[in-house]
Structures are given as structure tokens and as C-alpha cells.
């Protein structure tokens, strides 16, 4: 017999159990975020097939990071990337939900562009027994998977929105899925092997998006469909411009859907689209055919910046997707549509109001003006029937001068009960038009190689450890027990990893690289610059002149350097080379990285390690900051860095960000700094047990920037007294 007690225990869990299962009044409450960051592109994903969440409509609402690229730039280009499943009226009842007493055409996306048109919504949502707690599943975190991954996708869809019955097809055929044996993850390899770097993996299935919620069916409709989504992203320099999504759609209904499309939603924002204050500025977008890209770029050469500040048309990037493999009889690209969002969206040259709508004009792309020769693909005469050759051809040019939607669509197919067919994509990134197809093509070459990945020698793993004006790069060997290994290259960056040097140069096809802070190569007669290919005469080989600061390892330590550092990840025994920096500044936060590379081959030329996106774990990038010795005796080692200061200093992180550091101070002083007329502008406080620097942000009692000019500071503290001068010039 149970006590009070337990009585009143169980009542409270009966009930607790009860509120939680009541609560759920939607599908997407099991909406997941998280984050792909494994190369220069980074993006927030959801498990409902949103691929970012920029959020035209209102920048408060949006989710960075939303396409940023280079990633950590701040500058971020997704308002929003999905995909799209249609088919045409007249389907079988036991293919769709809802109602549509008016017989119109379908369509259903995971979409979601905040209040504009139909989509303003997902109409996709995914399914619980794939869902952890709190973030999207992703291989890199084995904490973000469910508890227990289900053995096989479900053979259930749900009646309608306010139902959550599942209603299982039991003529359907079970598909298990696979798992990589050595990491559990489920990969999209032959025997479930992961592929990539970085993979996502969610399951997800058609309704009547969240608008309808609480409406009953009578203003919804939706194909039973479900969407197995995956996005896979690799690091390496052939491969750190993009990331390939891909989304299988399978019929779990009992009948046939005819004549169904699917498609890639590509809305991209080159950068003012979705700020605040600055409005819809031009933008360009294109389609080149040959690679099946949609891609587009800034019209003016002009932007602001979302850190602060202007940026030219070189400074922002060019996006796109490339279509690699389209559902459907031809697997190709059968429709593509340029549109303004403002251009008309109860027309056929609009941007599709409606689900009939988008179907028709959007993934189809029906009766549009801008398709001159009724291919259903938007062609390069501009909306004057004039042919275009401006900036960005040979490539399709269309909707200048706004905020633009392209969609990719495939040819009309049916779909069997149970039956998948597949759509493959890369949302890839340029620094120029060059660039671009570049690594679109590169894209296209992995896919087609099945997966089958080039790379550079290992990267090698860097511990760093910092004194007064010194910094010591410690790292392994194991890179230079590659076949190919030709030597390492040290680069260094004092914005925070976007750039990587003080000197840098365009390849051939635009893209951006670096002069390394220093290169050792290896004694092998392999030097100078390649010839081999052509388009990588520009990669220097070195010059067979490295000698190898190597010590092993012994007892934490490595001998014969002062002073001596503790190894964190190395054990004793180890074999580790050693890189001195002393031409830093004390205070600035630095960052390494080391890259090693290969000598190259006839069919592929040399490729080196790019940085890693998280230098706080054990890899080739690390931060740092070297520090000045903190005043024990007397003042006269106080320093103000930089002097004079400059607003264009390469230290600078950010337009916004101006700081003056004052260095070799002691535990505790009193700095007053004052203007050439003698007025006291900022008094500082140092009171700092384990640096001898204070960062000045440049800002008066007000809070207000200093105008350019000398100023005089005035330093006391328990060793002293000290005066000096520095000049600001912006």
C-alpha cells in the first residue's frame, strides 16, 4: 500500500507526464538548431531543412551565423536557403493532406523567410524519434545526437496538423539505416561510412506549416512526403568554400504522386538586405549553365559594412549554389527563375504568393518574361529584351537593382509509394566571379569522384606558449611522414583569422592567398615555384633550405629553451619542431597557424592545411597574446603600444574596435591621461594581479572616440611616478 507520500509523488509524475504530453501543440516543437563550422563557411541549420537564417524581414529575428563567409568576418549572406517539393492538382486523396476544395496545385518548403508570401513558415517538420534535447544532430558533437538512433526511417505520416496520430502505411518496404562502424555517426557511404569532415543528419516530413496552427485544415494542404537531409563539409583548400546539402524525398503515401518537381530555394543577401537602416540596395544574379550555377553578387561596388565602416565591391563575396545531381528523368537542372521579391508576386514574373503560384512560375518557371526562348530557363536578355554583356557574363543576368530569389527546378517525375530520389547541392563562396567557379567546379568534381577526397599531408598538431615580445610555436612530425610532404608554412594574423599576413596575391582565378610569415622546405632539389600545371604557377615550393629547430621531448619539458614551457599534449619521447616569433607586440592577441604541403602531381598541383575554425582546440591554428613583465622595481620600462597610433593599424580587429594598451606596468597604478590643453579626459584604474598592461579604448569620460592629436599620461602607482606622450593620427 502506497504512503501519502508516494501517492502525492505519483499524482505529481502522472500529471507532470500528462502537461508535457498535451503540450505538444505543434511539429515544431521538435525543431532543432545548430551550427556547420568546420571550414570558411560557417551557418546555423535547422533540422527542418532551413539552411540558415538570415531573416529579411527583420534582422532582430535572424540567426547568425547565416552564410558568413569568410567565417568570423562578420559579413554573412544567407536570408535563406531550402528546398521546395510540388506537384500539380488532381492527385490521389491518399497522397496529400489538408483540404484544397479548390483544386489547386501543391507546394511545400523548408523555407522560411519571415512574413513573406506563403512561405513564412516551414512545411517541413521533423520527426521526434530523430531529435536531441536541444540542438540539431551534427557528427562532430556526439552529444547533440538522440539517446538511441531508430534502426530504420519510419513508414508513418501524420493525418493533419492538429492530429498528431502518426497513421503508419504498412505496404511500405522498410529502409534501414547505416551506421560508420568505427564512430556510430550515420553516413551517406555505401555502408554507412561519414564521409566528410562535418556532417548533419535529420528526417523530416511534409504539413501544413506553422501558419495554420489552431486553423484546422481549412486553409492548408501538403504532399505526404518525407526528406532525409544531410549537409557535408570538408576542410583542406580544395574544399573550404563550400558545403553540400543533400535532401532525399520519399513518398510514404500508398499511391503514386505524378508529375511531382522538387527544388533549391537559393536567397542570398549581399550584405544589406537584411540590416536595419540601409534598405535593398542592388544586387546582381546569374546562371551559368554549364555548371548549373545560380549565383549572384553586390551591383554598385558599394556596402556598408556589418562591423562598421564602407566596404568596395571587392570586399564582398560572391555566392551561390551549384546544382550537382537533380531528381528527376534527366538529373539536371530543367528550370531556373531570377525574380524580384518586388517585382509583382501575382504574376508570372514574380516571386510566387502562393503555393499554386510558386509551383507554376517559381519552380517551374511558366509564362516568364524573362525566359525569351520558353526553356523554362531565365536566358541573358534583361527585362528590356536588350541582351546583356555587362560584369558577370557570359553568365545569365537578371533582377538587378533589388533583393532577388533564384530557384533551381527539376524535370516533373512520379514517385512510386516508397520510392526516393535524391537532390545533391553546394552553397559555395568566392572572393571573386573567378573564385567562385573555381570552387563550384570543385565541387563538381568531388561529387562526380564519389566523395573521393585530395588532400594535403596531415595537418600538424601546435601548442603555443608566449613570454615579453616572444611567442614559441611547438609541433608534431607527424606530417612529414606523407609520401608527398615537401615542407611547412607559417602564417600569422592579427585580426582574428581574416586575413593572414601583411602581404598577399590573387591566383589566377581570383582567389586570395598569403605570404607565410616563414616557409621550410624541404632538402630534396624540389624548389621554387610549380610548373608543372599552369594555373598553380603562382604556389611556391620553397627554396631547400630548412634546417629543423627539432627537440624531443623529455619530462613535460623542452630543454635548452628559456624559459622552459610545459607540454600539454605531448608525451615524453616525442619528436617536435620549434618556431621562435619575436617581431610581435606585447598585448595584441595573435593568431598561428601551420600549414604543411605536398610537392603536387600532374593531375592535381600543390595543397596545403588551411586553418582551422576553432583554434581553441588541439590542431594547426592556436591564439595567443604575449604579455609585457609587470614593474617590480621602478616605471621606466612603461610603454605605450602602439605609438603614434595609427586608425589603419593592422591590429585592428574590427572597424569599430580602437585600443591603446599601456605596458610594464606594475600590480597596481593610476593612469591619467590628458589632451594638449591640459584637460584630464579618462582617468584608468589598473588593478591586475597577471599582466602589466591596461587597454585603453580610446573613448573620454563620455564614452565619445578622442579626436587626433598629442596627449600626455601621467602614471602613479607604489614604484613611482612616469609621464609621457603619445599621438593618435585617424
Known amino acids: 500500500m502506497m504512503s501519502n507520500k508516494q501517492i502525492i509523488f505519483t499524482f505529481c509524475l502522472v500529471s507532470f507526464l500528462a502537461g508535457n504530453l498535451f503540450a505538444q501543440t505543434s511539429p515544431m516543437d521538435w525543431k532543432r538548431w545548430n551550427v556547420m563550422n568546420i571550414n570558411r563557411v560557417a551557418t546555423t541549420f535547422a533540422n527542418t531543412g532551413l539552411l540558415c537564417d538570415g531573416n529579411n524581414q527583420n534582422y532582430n529575428l535572424a540567426r547568425p551565423p547565416s552564410f558568413e563567409y569568410p567565417q568570423g568576418s562578420g559579413k554573412q549572406y544567407g536570408t535563406c536557403v531550402g528546398v521546395v517539393v510540388g506537384a500539380p492538382k488532381d492527385q490521389h486523396p491518399d497522397v496529400v493532406g489538408g483540404v484544397n476544395p479548390e ?20 512545411h517541413f517538420a521533423p520527426y521526434k524519434e530523430f531529435v536531441n534535447p536541444s540542438v540539431a544532430s551534427i557528427s562532430t558533437d556526439p552529444e547533440s545526437w538522440p539517446q538511441v538512433w531508430p534502426a530504420e526511417l519510419p513508414n508513418y505520416y501524420y493525418f493533419d496538423i492538429n492530429d498528431q496520430t502518426g497513421v503508419t502505411n504498412p505496404v511500405l518496404p522498410s529502409v534501414p539505416i547505416l551506421f560508420d562502424s ?3 555517426w550515420p553516413g ?35 504532399l505526404r512526403t518525407q526528406l532525409i537531409m544531410r549537409g557535408m563539409a570538408w576542410q583542406g583548400s580544395l574544399y573550404e568554400d563550400f558545403i553540400v546539402w543533400i535532401f532525399i524525398v520519399r513518398n510514404i503515401a500508398s499511391e503514386p504522386i505524378t508529375d511531382m518537381a522538387m527544388g533549391i530555394h537559393a536567397d542570398f543577401g549581399f550584405l544589406p538586405a537584411f540590416l536595419p537602416g540601409i534598405g535593398y540596395d542592388a544586387d546582381r544574379h546569374y546562371y551559368d549553365p554549364q555548371l548549373q550555377l545560380a549565383y549572384g ?7 556598408e559594412n556589418p562591423n562598421g565602416g564602407n566596404l568596395s565591391g571587392e570586399e564582398v563575396a560572391w555566392a551561390g549554389v551549384v546544382a550537382l545531381r537533380m531528381p528527376g528523368p534527366t538529373k539536371k537542372v530543367e528550370a531556373y527563375d531570377a525574380t524580384h521579391f518586388w517585382e509583382g508576386q501575382a504574376s508570372s514574373r514574380g516571386s510566387g504568393g502562393a503555393p499554386e503560384m510558386y509551383f507554376n512560375w517559381n519552380l517551374l518557371n511558366m509564362d516568364d518574361q524573362h525566359d525569351s526562348d520558353g526553356d523554362h530557363i531565365d536566358d541573358d536578355f534583361n527585362e528590356n529584351g536588350i541582351p546583356d554583356d555587362e560584369e558577370g557574363g557570359p553568365g545569365y543576368y537578371v533582377a538587378s537593382g533589388a533583393d532577388g530569389l533564384q530557384v533551381l527546378g527539376s524535370g516533373q517525375f512520379t514517385l512510386q509509394p516508397g520510392e526516393m530520389d535524391t537532390l545533391i547541392f553546394a552553397t559555395v563562396f568566392g572572393t571573386s566571379e573567378a573564385d567562385l567557379k573555381t570552387n563550384a567546379q570543385r565541387a563538381i568534381t568531388l561529387y562526380k569522384s564519389n566523395w573521393k577526397v585530395v588532400k594535403a599531408p596531415p595537418a600538424p598538431k601546435v601548442e603555443v606558449f608566449s613570454s615579453d615580445r616572444k611567442v614559441t610555436l611547438v609541433w608534431d612530425t607527424e606530417s612529414e611522414a606523407d609520401p608527398q610532404f615537401e615542407g611547412y608554412k607559417i602564417y600569422r594574423s592579427s585580426d582574428g583569422g581574416q586575413t593572414w599576413g601583411t602581404e598577399s596575391f590573387n591566383d589566377f582565378d581570383g582567389g586570395i592567398h598569403y605570404i607565410p610569415l616563414a616557409q621550410y622546405d624541404k632538402v630534396n632539389g624540389v624548389k621554387g615555384f610549380y610548373s608543372t600545371l599552369p594555373e598553380y604557377a603562382w604556389f611556391d615550393l620553397g627554396t631547400d633550405s630548412w634546417v629543423p629547430l627539432r627537440f624531443e621531448v623529455q619530462a613535460d619539458t623542452i630543454k635548452n629553451l628559456t624559459p622552459t614551457y610545459r607540454l600539454q599534449n605531448f608525451q615524453d619521447g616525442d619528436s617536435v619542431n620549434v618556431f621562435i616569433d619575436r617581431d610581435i607586440v606585447n598585448g595584441l592577441n595573435y593568431w598561428y597557424y601551420i600549414a604543411a604541403y605536398d610537392s603536387g602531381n600532374g593531375i592535381i598541383g600543390p595543397l596545403e592545411n588551411s586553418s582551422s575554425s576553432n583554434p581553441e582546440e588541439f590542431n594547426n591554428t592556436v591564439t595567443v597574446r604575449a604579455e609585457a613583465p609587470m614593474a617590480v622595481s621602478n616605471l621606466q620600462e ?19 574596435e580602437h585600443t591603446l594598451q599601456f605596458t610594464g606596468l606594475p600590480e597596481q597604478a593610476t593612469i591619467r591621461i590628458f589632451n594638449a590643453g591640459g584637460e584630464l579626459i579618462r582617468t584608468l584604474l589598473h588593478k591586475n594581479q597577471s599582466s602589466g598592461i591596461e587597454v585603453w579604448d580610446m573613448k573620454n569620460e563620455f564614452n565619445q572616440l578622442i579626436a587626433p592629436g598629442v596627449y600626455f ?10 609621464t609621457g606622450k603619445f599621438i593618435v593620427i585617424l
Do not use: C, H
Open 182 to 184: 568505427a564512430t556510430g
Open 297 to 303: 553578387w553586390d551591383d554598385n561596388d558599394f556596402e
Open 188 to 222: 551517406f557511404g555505401p555502408a554507412g561510412e561519414q564521409l566528410s569532415d562535418q556532417e548533419t543528419f535529420s528526417v523530416l516530413y511534409g504539413w501544413g506549416g506553422t501558419d495554420q496552427i489552431g486553423v484546422g485544415d481549412a486553409k492548408t494542404r501538403w
Open 638 to 656: 612603461v610603454r605605450v603600444v602602439p605609438n603614434p597610433y595609427k586608425i589603419s593599424e593592422i591590429w585592428e580587429s574590427g572597424f569599430k
Open 713 to 722: 599620461y601621467y602614471i602613479k602607482s607604489d614604484l613611482g611616478e612616469k
Open 103 to 122: 483544386n489547386l496545385d501543391y507546394l511545400d518548403g523548408t523555407m522560411d523567410e519571415g512574413p513573406a508570401d506563403f512561405w513564412n513558415e516551414e
